[in-house]
C-alpha cells in the first residue's frame, strides 16, 4: 500500500495555509478556520479538509466530524444564487412549505441540491428573524417577504437573465 | 477523600466522595445495565460518554433520571435501579436502540458475544413496536483486511472512537454527522485501507455489537485443510494458548498449550508449530542488531540509530508509518515472529520436507487483527506467495475447534511438531507487555557480557504501567530500556525521541493494552481489566516452567543457523528476516 | 445629538432592511442634503422597533411620529410635509383597527402601550454603530460604577436581588450562576455570551446584538469584574451577518474608549472581547455543547455536573448568559436590584422579551413585565387574530414547549407556570395559531426540527425522537390506530426522562401538550381520518360540486396526473385512487366547482 495522495492547486494550497496560520494553527481554532475556508472555496471538499487536518495537526476524521456535524457546513457547491427558504415556525405557519414545494417542482431539485446549470441551490434555514414578512426567502443576501406559491416563478425570473 | 453515605435499592453504602452511583452500586453487588461505558481499571482506559441511557436510575429528589455511570454520589442519596419507572425507561430505550438494528443475529459475526444481545435477553425484549415502519440508518460496509465495518449495527457507544483517539491516538475513526444519521468511521466515511488506521483491531476489542467484526478467515483454513494438495502447518502465538481457554469457559489465565496443540493437530494440520520459536528467532537478529547499535554507539559512532525500537507489533509498524514516517529508520529492522517463521517455514522447512512453496500453505493463529494486514503486506510475498497465507485469530480459532466438535477442557495435552514448534521461555513472554525487551536482554546480556545470567526475571520490566522504565546493568555499562504499551503511550515516547530528549537505549512497544494478550483478536473482555492481567500472569507462568528461558539457548535456533542461516544479521538472514519500512502519511500534491 | 433639531430614526433591523429600509435611509439623505437639511436632522438607522408587521418604520424624533410601512418613495413626502412644513403625513400613520383612527405616537398604541422595554430599551432608538449614542443614554455608566463604587462580590449579590433569571429557557438565577463562577478559583476564566439563537421563530437576541450591542458587551464586561474573568467570548450565529457586523463595530469603539482592553476606565481590570461562530447546530444552545463548539469539537453535550462554572471553556471556570440577560445587566446595576425586583411576579422578575408570530396581526418583538396574561399579549398587543379567524393555540417555548389554549389565555406568563400548563418560557418564541392549523401537524413540525437538529449522541433523542415523528406520520398519512396514542405518549415519556441534554429532555412538549390539549383533534385524523384543518394532505379529497361544473375541462388539463374526467360541459369526476392532491384543479377552476373535505 502506497501513500495516499492529496491532489490540490498550489494557490489553493497556499490560501489554506494562510488562512490556518492566521489561527495559529491551533486544532481548537477549527471551526472558524472552517468557516473562513468555506468563504473562500464556498464549500469543503474533501482535500480542503485533508489540508486543513494537516495544517491544524489533527485527524481529519475529527474535521470531517466537525464538518458534518453543523449544517453550516456543505461539501457540495452551492448555485451561483443559492435559494434559503425560511422553514422557523413563524413561516412554517403561513405557509413556508408550499413555497419549499414550489421551488422544488420549478427547479427540479430537492433540498440540498443544486441545479444542473449551477444557477440555483436549494437550502432550508430556520428563522432569520423577519418573521413579520413570513413566509421568507432568500435568494444570496436578498430577503424576499410575504412569498408565495404564486410568487416562486416571479422571484426565478429575475435571476433567469444574470 | 471523604466518605459519603447513600442508599442504593434499600441497602446503605459509605464510599467515596466521587464515586459514581454505577461504581458504588457494584460494591453492593447490584449491576447496573450499560451498553456505552467501559472501564478497564488499572489501564486508565475509561469510556463514559452517558450516551446509551440504558443505565438510567432513579434519584430521590430529582426530576429526570440519572445515567448511573456518570453520576455522582451524595450525602444521603436515595437511588433505585429497578423502579418500575427504571424498568419502563430501560426496555424503551433498548427498544429504541433495536428498532435501528439489523436484526441478523443468525448470521452475525458477534452472535453468542454480542452485548446488544445479551442486554435484549436480559431486558426481555420480545418485539419492537413500530418496527414495519421505522426507518433505519443505512452505510456501507467497509472490507478491509483485517477489520469489517457495518456501521447499521453501530449504535454510537462511541468506544471504539475512544479507544482510537485517546487510547491509540491513531485519529482513525470519529463520529460523523448528527442524530439519526451519525455513527463512527473514518473521514469521508472512506473505507479503513483509505485512512491512518494501524489494524490493531481495539476497536473491535471494545465493540459490544457487530459492527466491527474481525475478516473471518476460517473459511479459507477450511479450504486449505481439504486441499490434499497442499501442506497444511499452523503457528501459534504466545498470548492465544494464555486466552483460548475462555472461548471454553475457562477461567482467565488458565494456559491450554497442549490442549491447543492436540486441538489443531485434530483439525487436520500436517504440522502444529509455534510462533515463538520465531519469536526466539526474532530475539537473535533484534538483540544482535542492538548490541551492534550499542557498540558502535559506545564506540563513538555518532550516525548509529538509538533508541532502537521493537518491531514485532504491526500495528505499531503502520503507527510510525503513518505518523511518524521521518524515523522509520530507528526501529529495528527486524521481522515479526510471524512473518520470520513464514520465510523460515517456506524455505528451510520446506525444503526440509522437500515441498514446494505454492504447495505449502503457513496459517498463523494470532491475538491479533492487524497480523491479517501484515501477512498480506507485499513485502512479505514471494512471487505474489505470501510467507504467511492465512492470519487468523484466537476467537477464529476457537470457533473452527467447536466446529469441529472439539471440547478444548476435554482434550489431552500434546506437543508441538519438531524442528519450529521448540522454543525457550523467552519467546513465551513475548505475548505480554514488557516482555520481548525482557527476553532481548536475557540474550543481549549474555553475548555481549559473555557472563551467565543468574536471575532470569526482571521484574522491574514487568507490570501494567503505561509506560515502565528501567536500567540494566550489562556488567558495567547501564542499558536503559523503556517500555509503552498502546499507541498513545508511545506516541510520548517517540515525541521524546523527535526532540532529542530520550535516554533509552532500547525501547518495547506494543499497540494493546497488556501487550499482544489484549490485542483485538483475543476472547472478548468486556471491559473486565482483570482478565487481561490473568492472561499476563499465565504467560510469565509457562516461561517459569520452561527447561529453556533463553532465545540463544534454544538447539533449534542453533541448528537453524547452523544448517541455513549462518549468524545473526548474516546476508541470508537479512533476506529473509529484516525488512524496510515505508512512508505510509498522507501526500500532498500540486495539480 | 445635540446638535441635530430633529432625528429621523429608520428601524434597520432584519425584517426591515428585508423591506428596503436601507433604501429609505439614502433615500431620506439624500433628499435632506437636496432640501440642505443635512445638518439639521439626522437619519439614524436603528436597531429593531419590535413593530415587524407595520415595518419599515421611520419614527420622527422629537416629537414621537411613527410612519409604518414606509417605501423608498415616501421620503420626499416625509421631508417635504413633516420636516419641512411641520404637517404629519397621515397615509404613512399607524390606524388603529379598533377605533378606526390613527395614531401618531406609538406611545399610544396598543402594540407599545403595555410593553415595558428594559432589554430593547435603546433598541429603536440609538445608533448601534455610535458608541457616543450609547453612553448618552447611560452607557457604560454601570461598568463604571461597578469598577469605582462596588466590590465584586457586591456586584453579585445585586443580580441576586435583583431576582433575574436566565433568558434563555432554563431560567437559573443568573447571580447565584455569577456567585459558583466567582468562588472557582483558576488562574484564567472565561465570560461567554450565548448568542445562537436557534429556536426557529425568536429573534429578539438578534435584534438586541443589532440594537443594542454595547449593551451586551458592557453586561459581559460586569460579570467579568465580578467573577474576575479576563476573557470574554461571544458564540454568535454566522447566518446573523448584521449582528456579527454592529458587534465588531461596537467591540473596536469600546476598545478605542477604553472600555475592553487593558486598565479600563483608568483602572486596573482587564477585559476582552472575542466573537466565535456558531455552524448552525440548534444543540449548542446548550452550554456545554456551545463550550464543546467554540473549542473547535463537535457541538455534543457533556453530563452535568460539573457545571461550566467549574470546568467550562478549555476546563476553565467559565459563565454562560444568553444575549437578553446580559442585556438587562446595566440597567440593573444603574437602578438597582430593587428597581428590577419590583417588576414582574413572586418568582420572576424583571420583563421577557418575546417574538410574537404567527396568525396574528401584530407580528413583533415585545417586551413585557413577567406575569402579563397570555391573553393580554395577543390579543392588546398583538391585535388579536388574522383575518378576524378564530384563536385556536398559542405555542411558547419553541422546540421545547407546547402549544396552549383557549383555557390558559389568563395564566400570567412566568417561567414556572408555563411549565405547570405544559410548556415552557423557552427563549421566547410565541407563535399564534388559528383554526386553520392542524394541531397534530405543528406537533409534526417541531419533531422534523428536533429529528434534524439532535445531536446523536444519547439514544433516546437520537432514535426516540425518529421514531416520534414516525407515529405522527402514520397519524397524519391517515394510518393512524389508537394504540399509536398510548405508544406517543409512553415513547414522549421515557425520552424526556431519560435524555442526555434539554434539547432531548423537552423534545416530546410539543407532542404532550397537543395530546393533553387537542386530544379530539387526535381521535378525528385517527379514527375518522379527518384532519379539520385541512393541513393533512393524506387525509383531504377533492370533489366537484355538479352543479357548479360547467364543464369547461380547464380541471382536467391542469391536472398532473389525469385524475379528472369528464366529458365537455358535462359534469366533471376527481378518481381519488389516482388525485394526489395537489390541488391545482382547485385552483383552476373559475367556478368554485372543486371543494376539498
Sequence with gaps: MSSIKVKIKEKDLNTIKEICKSFDNKPGELINVLHKTQEKFGYLPAEVQEIVAKELNMSVAKVYGVVTFYSFFTMTPKGKFPISICTGTACYVRGADNVLQEFKRQLEIEVGETTDDGKFSLSCLRCVGACGLAPVVLVGDKTYGRVSPEGVKEILEEYKEI | MNKVKL?????????????????????????????????????????????????????????NLAPSCSTNVWDGMVVNTHSMRVINARRTVMEFILSDHPKD???????????????????????????????????????????????????????????????????????????????????????????????????????????????????????????????????????????LGEEFGMEAGTLVTGKMVSALRRLGFDYVFDTDFAADLTIMEEGTELLDRITKYLGGDKEVKLPMLTSCCPAWVSFFEHHFPEMKD?????????????????????????????????????????????????????????????????????????????????????????????????????????????????????????????????????????????????????????????????????????????????????????????????????????????????????????????????????????????????????????????????????? | MTKYKTHLLVCGGTGCRASASDDIVENLKQELENKGLQDEVQVVMTGCFGFCEKGPIVKVSPDNTFYTQVKPEDVTEIIEEHIIKGRQVTRLLYKDPKKKETVADSKHMDFYKKQIRIALRNCGFIDPENLDEYIARDGYMALGKCLSEMSPKDVVDQIKESGLRGRGGGGFPTGLKWEIAAKNEADQKYVVCNADEGDPGAFMDRSILEGDPHAVLEAMAICAYSMGATKGLIYIRAEYPLAIKRLIIAIDQAREYGLLGKEILGTDFEFDIELRY???????????????????????????????????????????????????????????????????????????????????????????????????????????????????????????????????????????????????????????????????????????FTVEESCGKCSPCRIGNKRLHEVLEKITGGKGEMEDI?????????????????????????????????????????????????????????????????????????????????????????????CIKCGACEERCKFDAIIVK
Design chain 3, 278 to 448: 456558531g455552524a448552525g447546530a440548534f444543540v449548542c444552545g446548550e452550554e456545554t455543547s456551545l463550550i464543546h463548539s467554540m473549542e473547535g469539537l463537535r457541538g455534543e453535550p457533556t453530563i452535568k455536573p460539573p457545571y461550566p462554572a467549574e470546568k467550562g471553556y478549555l476546563g476553565k471556570p467559565t459563565n454562560v448568559n444568553n444575549v437578553e440577560t446580559y442585556a438587562n445587566i446595566p440597567i440593573i446595576i444603574n437602578k438597582g436590584a430593587n428597581w428590577f425586583n419590583k417588576i414582574g411576579t413572586e418568582k420572576a422578575k424583571g420583563t421577557k422579551v418575546f417574538a410574537l408570530a404567527g396568525k396574528i396581526n401584530n407580528v413583533g418583538l415585545i417586551e413585557v413585565p413577567m406575569g402579563t396574561t397570555l391573553r393580554e399579549v395577543i390579543f392588546e398587543i398583538g391585535g388579536g387574530i388574522k383575518d378576524g379567524k378564530k384563536f385556536k393555540a398559542v405555542q411558547t417555548g419553541g422546540p421545547s414547549g407546547g402549544c396552549l389554549t383557549e383555557k390558559h389565555l389568563d395564566t400570567p406568563i412566568d417561567f414556572d407556570n408555563l411549565i405547570a400548563v405544559g410548556s415552557m418560557m423557552g427563549s421566547g418564541g410565541m407563535i399564534v395559531m388559528d383554526e386553520d392549523d392542524c394541531m397534530v401537524s405543528m406537533a409534526k413540525f417541531y419533531l422534523e
Design chain 2, 105 to 243: 443475529c443468525l448470521t452475525c459475526p458477534k452472535s453468542g458475544s454480542c452485548e446488544l444481545q445479551d442486554m435484549a435477553t436480559k431486558l426481555g425484549i420480545r418485539e419492537i413496536p413500530g418496527q414495519e415502519y421505522a426507518e433505519m440508518s443505512t452505510y456501507k460496509t467497509d472490507f478491509s483486511p483485517s477489520i469489517i465495518r457495518d456501521l447499521d449495527k453501530c449504535i454510537m457507544c462511541r468506544r471504539c472512537e475512544m479507544m482510537c483517539n485517546e487510547f491509540q491516538t491513531v485519529g482513525a475513526l470519529s463520529a460523523f454527522h448528527r442524530g439519526f444519521e451519525s455513527a463512527v468511521g473514518p473521514a469521508f466515511e472512506m473505507d479503513l485501507e483509505h485512512s491512518s488506521c494501524t489494524y490493531c483491531g481495539q476497536c473491535v476489542a471494545v465493540c459490544p455489537t457487530g459492527a466491527l467484526t474481525e475478516k473471518d478467515h476460517t473459511r479459507d483454513v477450511i479450504n486449505a485443510l481439504s486441499d490434499p494438495t497442499k501442506k497444511v502447518i499452523v503457528q501459534t502465538a504466545p498470548a492465544v494458548r494464555a486466552a
Design chain 2, 7 to 63: 442508599t442504593i435499592d434499600d441497602k446503605q453504602i459509605e464510599v467515596e466522595q466521587g464515586t459514581t452511583i454505577y461504581k458504588a452500586a457494584k460494591e453492593l453487588g447490584i449491576e447496573i445495565p450499560t451498553l456505552c461505558y467501559m472501564n478497564l481499571e488499572g489501564l486508565n482506559i475509561e469510556n463514559k460518554p452517558g450516551g446509551c441511557r440504558i443505565c438510567v436510575v432513579e434519584v430521590e429528589g430529582r426530576n
Design chain 3, 486 to 578: 398510548q405508544r406517543l405518549r409512553n415513547m414522549s415519556n421515557v425520552i424526556k426522562d431519560t435524555s442526555l441534554c434539554g434539547l432531548g429532555q423537552t423534545s416530546p412538549n410539543p407532542i404532550l401538550s397537543t395530546l393533553d390539549n387537542f386530544y379530539d383533534e387526535y381521535l378525528d385524523h385517527i379514527n375518522d381520518k379527518k384532519c379539520h384543518a385541512g393541513q393533512c394532505k393524506d387525509l383531504m379529497t377533492y370533489f366537484v360540486i355538479e352543479e357548479n361544473c360547467v364543464g369547461c375541462t380547464a380541471c382536467a388539463r391542469v391536472c398532473p396526473v389525469g385524475a379528472i374526467a369528464g366529458e365537455k360541459k358535462q359534469s366533471h369526476f376527481i378518481d381519488p385512487s389516482i
Design chain 2, 330 to 591: 530507528i526501529p529495528s529492522t527486524a521481522r515479526s515472529p510471524q512473518q520470520m517463521f513464514g520465510s523460515i517455514a517456506k524455505t528451510y522447512f520446506a525444503d526440509k520436507i522437500s515441498t514446494k512453496r505454492e504447495d505449502l500453505i503457513v496459517v498463523s493463529i494470532m491475538p491479533c487483527l492487524a497480523k491479517k494486514y501484515e501477512a498480506q503486506r507485499d513485502e512479505f510475498k514471494v512471487d505474489d506467495n505470501p510467507d504467511v497465507d492465512f492470519s487468523i485469530s484466537t476467537r477464529e480459532l476457537a470457533h473452527l475447534i467447536k466446529e469441529a466438535n472439539l471440547d478444548l477442557n476435554i482434550l489431552p495435552d500434546e506437543d508441538f511438531d519438531k524442528p519450529l514448534g521448540e522454543s525457550s521461555g523467552a519467546g513465551v513472554i513475548f505475548g505480554t507487555t514488557g516482555g520481548v525487551i525482557e527476553a532481548a536482554v536475557r540474550t543481549a546480556y549474555e553475548l555481549h557480557t559473555g557472563k551467565k545470567l543468574e536471575k532470569l526475571d526482571f521484574e522491574q520490566l514487568r507490570g501494567f504501567e503505561a509506560i515502565r522504565k528501567a536500567t540494566v546493568d550489562f556488567d558495567g555499562t547501564p542499558i536503559n530500556i523503556g517500555i509503552a504499551h498502546g499507541l498513545g503511550n508511545a506516541r510520548k515516547l517517540l515525541e521524546e525521541i523527535k526532540e532529542g530528549k530520550s535516554e533509552f537505549h532500547a525501547i518495547e512497544i506494543m499497540s494493546c493494552p497488556g501487550g499482544c494478550i489484549g490485542g483485538g483478536g483475543q476472547p472478548l473482555h468486556h471491559s473486565d481489566s482483570s482478565i487481561l492481567k490473568a492472561r499476563s500472569e499465565a504467560i510469565y507462568r509457562e516461561d517459569a516452567g520452561k527447561p529453556i528461558r533463553k532465545s540463544h539457548e534454544n538447539p533449534y535456533i542453533i541448528k537453524l543457523y547452523e544448517e541455513f542461516l549462518g549468524k545473526p544479521m548474516s546476508e541470508k538472514a537479512h533476506h529473509l528476516l529484516h525488512t524496510a519500512y515505508f512512508d505510509k502519511s498522507k501526500k500532498i500534491e500540486m495539480s
